[in-house]
């Protein structure tokens, strides 16, 4: 087992790194503070290629590894974790999506613009009653002959107003429950396809996360992806692969935090020494160091096998819980070291915390990524 990255992965971490200090940094603060997309940070991310990481070349994407995929994210979440998601989404779950299961006229049409970010694709899967429980959708696509009739609602979609192309599952045949589902190409422009008011979040305030609506939405026939009734499989195949993408965030958003908390402790002094030289703060520190090295660990192990062509749902969980759960525990220690600094804007740890919080709930919550783990410890 070998722990040294190649060449070229320390040139793309230093890459990402270098634009998140560069061209994330700056405005971070304000396009939190007014919800604000990062539109030309994301056409600097398309140019560097951060879009379609993965993306065989032919198709328009950079070609990539998965570990080059999970430093890149690390890094660009480390100071802007809204920009991180618009990232792993539109890579993980719709790239991915496309290039790993539709037909060569659906890459061609669809995955070209989007591995080169000329257009930004979004996944929708969840719905106002169908969060967890993925299986009970309510949209529903009737079979019309040459087109489905694509009808219901979709909630909290990352991407959702800025996107062109949209991954939409939905039921074809209540009858058959999950072997009933399909997953469509969507385009923005068909009529009856509307999109409600922007979310006012919590946090990753930058990103963009919508409602959809449809009504009466003609879905060519060609635009189904593989057979009849594989939606719900494809939509848990792309979602093992996007959880390796939002454990790297969480990754980013707790090693930014620990950097922050690593330097502020050495400068701030307290009862005449840093405040790094009292044990309550330095264990505090050391435990962070550790939970985020063990949580790289796993996105690494995750991402490993998924290069190697293995089943990643059991280790795509592990990382993506573990590394969430880092994230919130690293970023509440550290507001509590930055103390009252900690709790303004300007120190960028409050906005951190916030930003955590959603990555114990999408791409499978916690709870979730449980249920995930503890059946495949029987399979
Ligand atoms: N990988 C591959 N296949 C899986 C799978 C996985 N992780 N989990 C389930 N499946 C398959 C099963 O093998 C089964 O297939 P077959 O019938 O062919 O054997 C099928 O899916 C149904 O599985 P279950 O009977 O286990 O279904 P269930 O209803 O009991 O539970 C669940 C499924 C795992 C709980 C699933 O509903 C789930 O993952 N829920 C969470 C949904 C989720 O992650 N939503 C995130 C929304 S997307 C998002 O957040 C994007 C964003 O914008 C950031």
Same mark, same amino acid.
């Given at each position: 087992?070998?722990?040294?990255?190649?060449?070229?992965?320390?040139?793309?971490? #230093?890459? =990402?790194?270098?634009?998140?200090?560069?061209?994330?940094?700056?405005?971070?603060?304000?396009?939190?503070?007014?919800?604000?997309?990062?539109?030309?940070?994301?056409?600097?991310?398309?140019?560097?290629?951060?879009?379609?990481?993965?993306?065989?070349?032919?198709?328009?994407?950079?070609?990539?590894?998965?570990?080059?995929?999970?430093?890149?994210?690390?890094?660009?979440?480390?100071?802007?974790?809204?920009?991180?998601?618009?990232?792993?989404?539109?890579?993980?779950?719709?790239?991915?999506?496309?290039?790993?299961?539709?037909?060569?006229?659906?890459?061609?049409?669809?995955?070209?613009?989007?591995?080169?970010?000329?257009?930004?694709?979004?996944?929708?899967?969840?719905?106002?009653?169908?969060?967890?429980?993925?299986?009970?959708?309510?949209?529903?696509?009737?079979?019309?002959?040459?087109?489905?009739?694509?009808?219901?609602?979709?909630?909290?979609?990352?991407?959702?107003?800025?996107?062109?192309?949209?991954?939409?599952?939905? #039921?074809?045949?209540?009858?058959?429950?999950?072997?009933?589902?399909?997953?469509?190409?969507?385009?923005?422009?068909?009529? *009856?396809?509307?999109?409600?008011?922007?979310?006012?979040?919590?946090?990753?305030?930058?990103?963009?996360?919508?409602?959809?609506?449809?009504?009466?939405?003609?879905?060519?026939?060609?635009?189904?992806?593989?057979?009849?009734?594989?939606?719900?499989?494809?939509?848990?195949?792309?979602?093992?692969?996007?959880?390796?993408?939002?454990?790297?965030?969480?990754?980013?958003?707790?090693?930014?935090?620990?950097?922050?908390?690593?330097?502020?402790?050495?400068?701030?002094?307290?009862?005449?020494?840093?405040?790094? #030289?009292? #044990?309550?703060?330095?264990?505090?520190? =050391?435990?962070?160091?550790?939970?985020?090295?063990?949580?790289?660990?796993?996105?690494?192990? =995750?991402?490993?096998?998924?290069?190697?062509?293995?089943?990643?749902?059991?280790?795509?969980?592990?990382?993506?819980?573990?590394?969430?759960?880092?994230?919130?525990?690293?970023?509440?220690?550290?507001?509590?070291?930055? *103390?009252?600094?900690?709790?303004?804007?300007?120190?960028?740890?409050?906005?951190?915390?916030?930003?955590?919080?959603?990555?114990?709930?999408?791409?499978?919550?916690?709870?979730?990524?449980?249920?995930?783990?503890?059946?495949?410890?029987?399979?």
């Amino acid at each position: 087992m070998d722990f040294k990255l190649t060449e070229e992965q320390i040139m793309i971490q #230093q890459a =990402a790194r270098d634009f998140a200090q560069t061209e994330l940094l700056p405005g971070v603060i304000e396009r939190d503070e007014h919800s604000k997309f990062p539109t030309e940070q994301v056409k600097m991310m398309a140019d560097l290629g951060f879009l379609g990481m993965m993306v065989d070349p032919k198709y328009g994407g950079a070609g990539l590894d998965s570990i080059s995929y999970v430093l890149a994210i690390e890094e660009i979440a480390k100071v802007d974790a809204s920009a991180a998601v618009i990232m792993s989404v539109n890579n993980s779950l719709v790239c991915a999506g496309i290039e790993k299961f539709c037909n060569e006229e659906q890459k061609q049409k669809y995955l070209v613009p989007l591995a080169k970010g000329e257009v930004i694709g979004a996944f929708c899967l969840s719905e106002p009653e169908a969060g967890s429980d993925a299986t009970s959708q309510k949209t529903t696509a009737i079979d019309k002959g040459d087109y489905y009739l694509l009808n219901g609602t979709k909630n909290w979609i990352t991407n959702g107003g800025t996107a062109s192309t949209y991954i939409v599952i939905a #039921q074809t045949d209540v009858e058959k429950g999950h072997k009933g589902i399909n997953a469509f190409l969507v385009e923005k422009s068909w009529e *009856g396809f509307s999109i409600g008011p922007k979310e006012k979040k919590m946090g990753i305030r930058g990103s963009d996360t919508h409602s959809l609506m449809f009504s009466d939405v003609k879905v060519p026939k060609e635009n189904r992806i593989g057979a009849n009734g594989f939606g719900f499989n494809f939509a848990m195949a792309v979602l093992n692969g996007g959880r390796i993408g939002i454990a790297s965030q969480a990754l980013g958003i707790a090693s930014g935090a620990y950097e922050l908390a690593l330097k502020y402790a050495q400068e701030r002094v307290a009862f005449k020494k840093p405040i790094i #030289q009292h #044990q309550a703060i330095a264990f505090k520190l =050391a435990d962070m160091h550790l939970q985020i090295t063990a949580a790289r660990m796993l996105c690494f192990k =995750a991402a490993f096998e998924k290069d190697n062509g293995e089943d990643i749902s059991h280790s795509g969980a592990m990382a993506k819980l573990f590394a969430s759960e880092t994230a919130m525990n690293t970023t509440i220690e550290a507001v509590q070291i930055h *103390g009252g600094n900690g709790y303004v804007s300007e120190y960028h740890v409050e906005r951190m915390m916030r930003d955590a919080k959603i990555t114990q709930i999408y791409e499978g919550t916690s709870e979730i990524q449980r249920i995930v783990i503890s059946r495949g410890l029987t399979k």
